[in-house]
């Protein structure tokens, strides 16, 4: 009997997991379907209910709903919970366990690009929940520093507070990281400046970048930020915001099946899905 794989969000319409994760399951000639469905908030523990009474074999979990799906499930993996979100659902022998790939989904697209997080000096720009789950992530890696630059300053001073792993870590300002940006090795940008309409916004300023580090960038849409392009005419290398989706849904797929699939063909997938061309520079 075929097998149920869904994703639960609010608003769910242009979500591109279910074209990524249905196109897998014909690939790997496995009997399963993936559904898109919009879920209120208030309606999120009856949704999980009913998924267990049909029997469903997972599903992906994404806005408003990452953190309030924790007490609907009967197992959360530890990183999942320090992060205090869950992307991903995987039914074991009947009980719902939660997990959260986005992180590590970042972190396998960083090694595709040969990047060794512990050797590196990481600055993200962003105090959200995007972010939080990207940092206490690299965090458990071992890095060697880990700096939060935000707006607020004050949003980012306390993400470092509750960071759970011992690491050097400091809270500074967007102006301060524009100044010592020459300092880091991989930089991370995850707050909304910069998606469309907002094309010719940027959170900081890349004129002090070197040229050996690695910018990313978690917007998709455009699928190139300004920010990105002026790392790349400082000589940088990025990295665009389907790699990170691309590789959580990679991780969701191969909690649910065993199989880690062709990160190619779905990164092709989805930027066809984005009307964009396979050549975007990485
Ligand atoms: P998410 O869960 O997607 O990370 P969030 O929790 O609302 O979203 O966090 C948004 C982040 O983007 C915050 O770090 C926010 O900065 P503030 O804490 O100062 O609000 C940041 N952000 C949003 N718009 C921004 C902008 N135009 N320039 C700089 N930072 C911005």
Redesign the pocket.
């Known amino acids: 009997m075929k097998k149920l794989f869904a994703v639960l969000g609010d608003p769910i319409g242009h979500s591109m997991s279910p074209v990524m994760h249905n196109d897998l399951f014909s690939f790997y000639n496995i009997d399963a379907h993936y559904l898109p469905f919009q879920v209120k908030p208030e309606n999120l523990g009856d949704a999980v209910k009913g998924l267990k009474a049909i029997g469903a074999g997972g599903f992906n979990v994404t ?1 408003p709903h990452k953190s309030a799906i924790i007490p609907f499930l009967d197992e959360v993996d530890e990183l999942a919970l320090q992060i205090g979100a869950v992307n991903t659902v995987v039914n074991k022998n009947g009980k719902f366990i939660g997990y959260n790939t986005d992180g590590l989904g970042f972190l396998k697209g960083l090694a595709d690009d040969g990047l060794s997080i512990t050797e590196s000096k990481v600055l993200i ?8 789950g990207i940092y206490f992530t690299i965090a458990k890696s071992g890095p060697k520093a880990v700096d939060i630059a ?3 300053v004050e ?2 001073a306390k993400l470092v507070e509750e960071c759970p792993f011992q690491i050097p870590s400091k809270a500074i300002s ?1 102006s301060e990281a524009a100044e010592t940006m020459g300092e880091y090795d991989l930089i991370i940008q ?4 910069g998606m469309s309409p ?1 094309l010719d ?1 940027q ?2 300023s890349m004129e002090n970048i070197q040229d050996q580090a690695l910018v990313c960038d978690i917007i998709y849409n455009p699928l190139e930020t300004k920010l990105l392009r002026e790392a790349k005419q400082k000589g940088a290398r990025i990295q665009i915001g389907i790699e990170m989706f691309v590789y959580q849904g990679a991780l969701a797929f191969e909690k649910w099946t065993g199989i880690f699939p062709d990160a190619k063909r779905m990164r092709e997938n989805v930027l066809q899905q984005l009307g964009g061309t396979s050549n975007v520079n990485r």
């Open positions: 806005i720009i962003g105090a959200g929940g995007a972010a939080r935000n707006r607020t949003k980012a967007l995850t707050t909304m400046s907002n916004e959170p900081v």
